[in-house]
């Protein structure tokens, strides 16, 4: 989506990993650096319920699930950053767009504090070839934030296994009852 005051940058939520102080920030803060993404809120919450899932031990990353006020979702807390097409693409790779990890949807969110406002944005949510799975999967429960706490048990790209992909991780370990 394009703003106002930068017409071909597209607001971004971000809910997971890639917070500010989260364990794949950096990827946003290069960006920052080069002037291709802007935090617009540090506060922000999806104006809908969405069940947040987080995987397993084995593949602890945080998914948020198309599936708009689901029974136990909740409304998900994250920030807004604006980014540029260049950054936007990057992201595209990172989220794993073109592999079926995640998908960019359109999401209404709600800033929070003086001059709240609510906006669309875009956020990376779980394929919908796996989210319904997923969800019965996590017993239908979810959370309103990625925390800090869930975030320390995350493992980065470079310390998984390279022989297997991430989606084929989640899928084994989330969706094949190989649960830890």
């Given at each position: 989506?394009?703003?106002d005051?930068?017409?071909?940058?597209?607001?971004?939520?971000?809910?997971?990993t890639?917070?500010?102080?989260?364990?794949?920030?950096?990827?946003?803060?290069?960006?920052?650096?080069?002037?291709?993404?802007?935090?617009?809120?540090?506060?922000?919450?999806?104006?809908?319920?969405?069940?947040?899932?987080?995987?397993?031990?084995?593949?602890?990353?945080?998914f948020?699930?198309?599936?708009?006020?689901?029974?136990?979702?909740?409304?998900?807390?994250?920030?807004?950053?604006?980014?540029?097409?260049?950054?936007?693409?990057?992201?595209?790779?990172?989220?794993?767009?073109?592999h079926?990890?995640?998908?960019?949807?359109?999401?209404?969110?709600?800033?929070?504090?003086?001059?709240?406002?609510?906006?669309?944005?875009?956020?990376?949510?779980?394929?919908?070839?796996?989210?319904?799975?997923?969800?019965?999967?996590?017993?239908?429960?979810?959370?309103?934030?990625?925390?800090?706490?869930?975030?320390?048990?995350?493992?980065?790209?470079?310390?998984?296994?390279?022989?297997?992909?991430?989606?084929?991780?989640?899928?084994?370990?989330?969706?094949?009852?190989?649960?830890?």
């Open positions: 989506m394009a703003t005051e930068h017409p071909t940058t597209i607001t971004i939520f971000v809910y997971g890639l917070k500010t102080g989260f364990p794949n920030y950096h990827v946003l803060s290069d960006f920052l650096t080069a002037g291709d993404i802007s935090l617009l809120s540090p506060s922000a919450t999806t104006a809908t319920p969405y069940p947040l899932v987080v995987g397993p031990r084995a593949v602890p990353v945080p948020l699930l198309p599936l708009p006020s689901a029974a136990g979702s909740h409304r998900v807390s994250g920030e807004l950053v604006s980014v540029s097409p260049r950054a936007l693409s990057a992201l595209d790779s990172f989220e794993g767009v073109p079926g990890h995640y998908e960019r949807r359109p999401v209404v969110v709600k800033t929070a504090g003086e001059g709240a406002k609510e906006l669309e944005a875009q956020a990376y949510f779980a394929h919908r070839s796996f989210a319904e799975e997923m969800w019965k999967r996590s017993g239908e429960k979810g959370f309103a934030e990625y925390t800090r706490d869930m975030a320390l048990h995350y493992v980065k790209d470079q310390d998984r296994p390279h022989h297997i992909t991430t989606l084929a991780q989640v899928i084994a370990t989330f969706l094949h009852n190989q649960m830890p």
